[in-house]
């Protein structure tokens, strides 16, 4: 049985500060790396994708994979109240395989 | 309009109810999918359409039954629902089914509720 594992959270982290957000997975062939943000009430959105090791940087995001501890993680910068949502990633090899995701609050 | 569309927002439905979700994309995709989001599980691939031909049916009960009549729409059939099947149903499409660069775009889901 294929897993992704997020800790549920939630993480409480002020505003301004940086937020790293994990992931571990359980296929070691799995080739693609997904972070999804899901506002409560509303549908995931995909905010980062990242496909081989090392750091992948996109405005205040930052995705790291390390394929060797099949590890994959999400760090934001200068965090914002509007960063409070849950994160979502997702794995895929031959599927696309979710977490459950952790409920990121950002306090003012 | 633009992305995905799904309708209805909202379903309050009744066990020998029978309904129908819908879903429309506008981006040009080719593969198209439903996921059920419950609360405290991981988002649950039910069936993927690749150029309107199902793919995948993850052992999903035959009360729902997916239809995909071209590229751009996709329906969920329901009847006979059990009121563990109240969740957040969710469409969503990506560029094409297999291809590495796999990126779900989803609609605003339509809540659920089976009494």
């Given amino acids: 049985q294929k897993e992704v594992e997020q800790n549920s959270g ?4 002020p505003e301004g500060a940086i937020a790293s957000l994990n992931c571990t997975y359980s296929d070691r062939v799995s080739q693609s790396f997904f972070w999804y943000r899901q506002y409560s009430g509303k549908s995931p959105e995909l905010i980062m994708s990242i496909y081989s090791n090392g750091d992948k940087e996109d405005g205040r ?23 409070s949502a849950t994160y979502l990633c997702a794995v895929k090899d031959d599927k696309i395989i979710f977490g459950k995701g952790t409920r990121l609050h950002i306090l003012p | 309009e633009t992305g ?4 209805p927002r909202h379903l309050v439905m009744g066990m020998t109810n029978k309904k129908s979700l819908k879903c429309e994309q506008h981006l ?8 059920k989001q ?4 991981p988002l649950e691939l039910m069936f993927v359409y690749n150029f309107k031909e199902q793919t995948e049916n993850n052992s ?33 499409s990506s ?8 990126k779900l775009f989803f609609g605003s889901g339509t809540q659920l509720s089976v009494l």
């Fill in chain 1, 61 to 83: 995001f930052t995705a790291q994979l390390n394929k060797a501890s099949q590890y994959v993680s999400l760090l934001i910068r200068d965090s914002q109240p509007s960063d």
């Fill in chain 2, 60 to 92: 999903v009960p035959s009360r729902f039954s997916p239809e995909c009549p071209n590229s751009s729409h996709l329906f969920l059939h329901l009847h006979t629902l059990q009121p563990e099947d109240s969740a957040l149903y969710l469409c969503a």
């Fill in chain 1, 10 to 13: 939630p993480l409480s982290v």
């Fill in chain 2, 95 to 102: 560029r094409e089914r297999g291809s590495g660069n796999e």
């Fill in chain 2, 38 to 41: 419950s609360a405290k599980k």
């Fill in chain 2, 28 to 35: 040009g995709h080719n593969a198209m999918y439903w996921y």
């Fill in chain 2, 4 to 7: 995905v569309t799904q309708t």
